[in-house]
């Protein structure tokens, strides 16, 4: 099951409840279609990703519990070598 990651602009703290405003909260009921007791992890920028669970759905407004806090791995473990092959008159100078 995929678990949806969503941005918060508000700083974000652990065992506590955010109220997304309502362009977040439509995205999360209306586009996802996520319903009560549905998991979403919730991220600041800060470097963390935040664990939630949706508590409270209305028409218009979601609550979302947050749970624990995780470090977050942005940098690829695969080594990358790129090779290109010698090309003639501005060629090289273009992928140069």
């Not at 439509?26 to 800060?46: A, C, I, M, Q």
Request: aromatic residues 6%; neutral net charge; glycine residues 6%.
């Amino acid at each position: 099951m995929r678990i949806n990651r969503i941005y918060c602009k508000t700083t974000l703290s652990e065992q506590g409840e955010f109220e997304p405003d309502e362009r977040v909260a439509h995205y999360l009921l209306n586009v996802l279609r996520l319903r009560e007791r549905d998991k979403v992890r919730l991220f600041d920028g800060s470097g963390c990703d935040y664990e939630a669970t949706l508590v409270a759905v209305t028409r218009k407004k979601a609550i979302l519990s947050i749970g624990a806090a995780h470090d977050v791995v942005t940098e690829s473990p695969l080594h990358t070598t790129l090779a290109i092959a010698m090309g003639k008159g501005e060629r090289m100078d273009w992928a140069v």
